[in-house]
């Protein structure tokens, strides 16, 4: 894992990329706006929104990369989105099962604190495990054409400050 930058008091908050900050579907000729980025020769349109998002989430969770990216996320988006730390990120075992193939990872870095996920790829085992954590759990979805929304940050925003009754 990489170096990490948890405080260890906030709710933990997974961000998926692709779906999320790095948004795909949209109509081709109509892109929102964004940065291109190169990644391992794959160009990927970042959210023009997605700075200011994870900025401001940075302020109330401990972020962590949740994604295939893995150890390339901070390399390519931390320049990009300017976030003042490198998040820890995730790797991911081959799936076995029928659970969703970031879960285990998910549930393992996640212990017993409260941890927010969002990701344009839940399945019904992400809701299952969410359900039955004791900590605080809220799984966030977005739709990859338009990623993370401010209607996105309110609600994580809401819900991490509901965690000390603010």
Known sequence: MAESAHSGDKPLL???????????GFEPTAPPPGTW???????????????????ALARIFDLVWCS????KASDHLVPVIGLPVRPPFLTFSAPTGTAHWKLDAVDGHAGD??????????????HTWAAARRAPTLL???????GMTDEHVARLERWARSLNGR
Do not use: K, M, Q
Not at 37 to 51: F, K, Y
């Open 113 to 126: 604190r409260p941890a927010a996920w969002i990701d344009d790829a839940f399945d019904d085992s992400c």
């Open 37 to 55: 980025i190169g990644v391992d020769g794959v160009l990927h349109l970042i959210s023009a929104t997605a700075s200011g998002h994870l900025l």
């Open 140 to 146: 966030v979805a977005t739709h990859p054409a338009t």
């Open 68 to 71: 295939g990216w893995e150890d």
């Open 14 to 24: 997974f961000v998926d990329i692709d779906g999320v900050i790095s948004l795909f």
